[in-house]
């Protein structure tokens, strides 16, 4: 019993001495930017990064040079498509905290959500067996919020030795820890149905403590090397559109309807006006009743019914929508804006999302001469690049995140 006191002694010492180590990191740069990274493209990837360790992005200054950035870039090499990953950090969020996080992350809309938390936990040094089961538990929660559908992966832990590289006491502990969870998280996954992957050093940890882009980029191509093969094969099925009430709420939480001119989206909607060479360009938002644009070139109209709209059909479409000619399309043949003065002939337009998931309005462009169904397609290739950024000034209105 004495040996057994020591020993507990030891570990609670070592578990403050290991806090501290941690404590070292709120000094590093992290990323104070909108939490996502994209590659524009089609039939593009939603993936969800929740937790900690790589996930929170320590030693860069931006998701796009962080794991999120480097995931849709190693992603979109892999598979063709394009991809969206979107984050939800916490630093030192372990098994328990994860189980918070993704509940409130809204896990239908995502093709695969990556959870981390081994890194953390590592440090507080859990029995491995009762944490295994915390983790199954989770993975089992995971799955059945997604009615089976969809990839679930958990990230291993990283070597701590790459970045607190001393090879006794604290650091020595949790790494040994550390590679006891990696053990546990990988059978469990292998159980269970999820995917485990392993994130070792990069090539470079033993000349620096710090992280940078180089880091994430090596461990987002482990993770996509994982991925890809299951991405390839998923038939993507995008979420369907929300109600008109779902819709409304969302706009109201975003205060659209107080918003005026944004410079940010004005420069958007020209650009999309000027590089597909169109008449006009807009950034509108759906409400009940009515579409109103919060950014337009080339039209005095702001504001119109919702039955005269284009876009109405586009947010009904997760991968946006071409009209190459609008007089023998039955949606719009009859038109007033087909039929009248402005006589429009051609539409191209891609959904923005709010932070929810929930489609609530469109970057367009409208043209009167008709274009072909090709050059419809690479139109809205443009577009897709154009309506995420447009999407991240958006979100910055978003009560939560002010």
Not at 337 to 345: D, E, I, N, Q, W
Not at 356 to 370: E, K, M, N
Request: hydrophobic share 45%; with cysteine.
């Amino acid at each position: 019993m004495d040996a057994e006191r020591v020993t507990l002694g030891r570990r609670l010492l070592t578990r403050a001495q290991l806090l501290r180590v941690v404590g070292v990191r709120t000094g590093l740069a992290r990323p104070a930017d909108f939490p996502q990274g994209f590659v524009a493209g089609r039939r593009s990837a939603r993936v969800l990064l929740v937790g900690s360790g790589p996930v929170v992005g320590w030693g860069v200054a931006s998701y796009d040079l962080a794991l999120p950035g480097a995931l849709a870039r190693a992603l979109a090499a892999s598979t063709g498509r394009g991809s969206v990953v979107d984050v939800v950090a916490h630093p030192s969020a372990g098994v328990r905290r994860l189980r918070s996080l993704v509940a409130a992350a809204g896990l239908e809309r995502y093709d695969v959500v990556v959870l981390s938390a081994t890194l953390a936990d590592s440090l507080r040094l859990p029995n491995p067996e009762r944490w295994g089961r915390r983790v199954r538990s989770l993975l089992r929660e995971v799955q059945a919020a997604r009615g089976g559908e969809g990839t679930v992966v958990w990230l291993g832990a990283q070597p701590i030795r790459a970045f607190a590289p001393d090879d006794e006491g604290p650091t020595r502990i949790a790494q040994e820890h550390a590679g006891l969870l990696n053990d546990v998280a990988e059978r469990v996954c292998r159980e269970e149905g999820a995917l485990f992957v392993a994130l070792p050093a990069p090539p470079h940890a033993e000349s620096t403590r710090h992280r940078g882009p180089a880091d994430y980029l090596f461990w987002a191509r482990r993770i996509a090397d994982v991925l890809a093969p299951a991405l390839r094969e998923q038939n993507v099925e995008p979420p369907s559109p929300r109600s008109t009430q779902e819709r409304v709420e969302a706009i109201e939480r975003l205060r659209l309807g107080e918003r005026g001119r944004d410079a940010r989206l004005d420069g958007l909607v020209g650009t999309a006006q000027r590089t597909l060479g169109t008449e006009i360009a807009m950034f509108t938002v759906l409400g009940a009743e009515k579409e109103w644009a919060l950014a337009a070139v080339g039209t005095a109209t702001r504001e119109f019914p919702l039955e005269q709209s284009a876009c109405q059909y586009t947010i009904a479409s997760a991968d946006g929508m071409v009209v190459p000619d609008a007089e023998l399309d039955e949606r719009f043949a009859t038109s007033s804006v087909v039929t009248g003065p402005a006589h429009l002939r051609y539409y191209a337009g891609y959904p923005v999302e709010a932070p929810d998931g929930t489609r609530i309005g469109a970057l367009c462009v409208f043209g009167r001469a008709p274009r072909d169904v090709e050059t419809g397609e690479l139109d809205l290739d443009v577009l897709r690049e154009l309506a995420l950024l447009a999407q991240r000034e958006l979100w910055r209105w978003e009560p939560d995140r002010v």
